[in-house]
């Protein structure tokens, strides 16, 4: 089988969809050698990890944007290739395309929560992807929430939308070695106790009422501080900034920024607590990957996490702030209820693998070459 792969999500710093990109390629990899995988971009690759290494980059010197190259060379490429079949893991496909297509939708923010996209997203996506969605021979969505959001907003059959979960990378465990933990702790100058946060840095992830949350706490008496670590996305432009001004936050917010791969498992075990309330997810992985390093999790009980978590994690209300604050407060003070939610994680984490994403992204493929996907 030789599978035509959007490649752009692996292009530059990695945010989710970039992660979730890697980590399928290189499962599938693993598990179906026998297939070819070409990778398709708008410029080409800086790097690519071991794993992908027997992928067959295929990129273009393209300087337009990955939106116009997408919709009006890629059609061409693939037509002159032509790939067995495509998958397109990033919420969009081209909307004139000769050959049986996989496109993974990871939510429908796009339409139920505008308000926390770019207005060029928006005025771009919106349009598009009804079509491309009805277009493709199969949809990939990462939760039950996302597929029954699909389903009302697009208008897609059901059979059409295969769940297929995502789950924490290969190395996300609790750090134990005492010496590893406080080279990590000087690294990044962390705390004794803290509540982490991980992702991209954006309105949707509902930061500005953690932030006010850490203010509630320490007005109760509650000295912890705050660690940010992500990238940041749009629309913050400094907002975050002057709220942690504006409430005396100077010193219990610390932005870490982007973090290398390999030191997150650390830092998420060092964690007194992760906490997520995020205001929509697809998936939302980083309560995974807290869960799998062994860090007791506070997350929102909208949208997908609470299917992902289930009760392994303390589920607030993200619009309320004090019941966020309340959540904090709880974790932070009750040990035996931390060390419950710990050991539920743990094993809540290793119910998802990639190993099975792949295995199950590998049978929607031969469906749907077979004609039976859709």
């Known amino acids: 089988m030789r599978i035509g792969f959007d490649g752009t999500p692996l292009l530059g710093q990695r945010s989710g969809v970039g992660h979730y990109t890697g980590r399928l390629l290189a499962h599938l990899v693993q598990q179906q050698p026998e297939w070819e995988y070409w990778l ?123 769940v297929i979960h995502e789950a924490a990378p290969a190395g996300f465990a609790p750090l134990d070695d005492p010496a590893r933990r406080r080279q990590l702790q000087a690294k990044y100058k962390l705390p004794e106790q803290f509540v982490l946060f991980v992702g991209t840095i954006e309105p949707r992830k509902n930061l500005q009422r953690l932030i006010q949350a850490i203010a509630q706490l320490r007005q109760r008496g509650c000295d912890t501080r705050l660690v940010l670590v992500g990238p940041h996305g749009w629309l913050i432009n400094g907002t975050l900034e002057k709220e942690i001004e504006t409430l005396g936050l100077q010193d219990a917010v610390q932005n870490l920024g982007y973090v290398p791969q390999e030191d997150l498992p650390g830092i998420y075990s060092l964690a007194t607590v992760f906490a997520f309330p995020s205001l929509y997810e697809g998936f939302g992985l980083p309560p995974l990957e807290a869960m799998a390093c062994g860090t007791p999790v506070l ?24 019941a966020i604050a309340d959540g904090l407060a709880r974790l932070l003070a ?19 693998s990639w190993e099975r994403t792949a295995r199950e992204t590998a049978v929607i493929y031969e469906k749907v070459l077979s004609g039976g996907a859709g």
């Open 40 to 162: 398709f971009s708008n410029r080409p690759f800086d790097s690519l990890e071991a794993e992908l290494a027997c992928t067959l980059p295929m990129p273009n010197n393209f300087g337009l944007s990955r939106f116009i190259w997408m919709q009006l060379m890629l059609p061409r490429i693939i037509r002159h290739r032509q790939p067995d079949l495509c998958h397109f893991p990033n919420n969009t496909a081209p909307l004139c395309l000769e050959r049986p297509s996989v496109i993974t939708i990871h939510d429908a923010s796009l339409f139920l929560h505008s308000q926390h996209h770019p207005p060029s997203r928006l005025l771009a996506l919106r349009l598009l992807l009804p079509h491309v969605a009805r277009r493709a021979t199969a949809v990939i969505t990462v939760s039950h929430h996302a597929r029954q959001d699909l389903m009302r907003v697009l208008k897609l059959p059901a059979e059409k939308i295969h």
């Open 334 to 352: 009750d040990a035996d209820l931390c060390h419950h939610l710990r050991q539920l994680g743990l094993v809540r984490a290793q119910t998802y």
């Open 299 to 322: 997350t929102s009980r909208d949208s997908a996490m609470a299917e992902i978590c289930g009760e392994a994690a303390w589920l607030t209300d993200p619009q309320r702030t004090e």
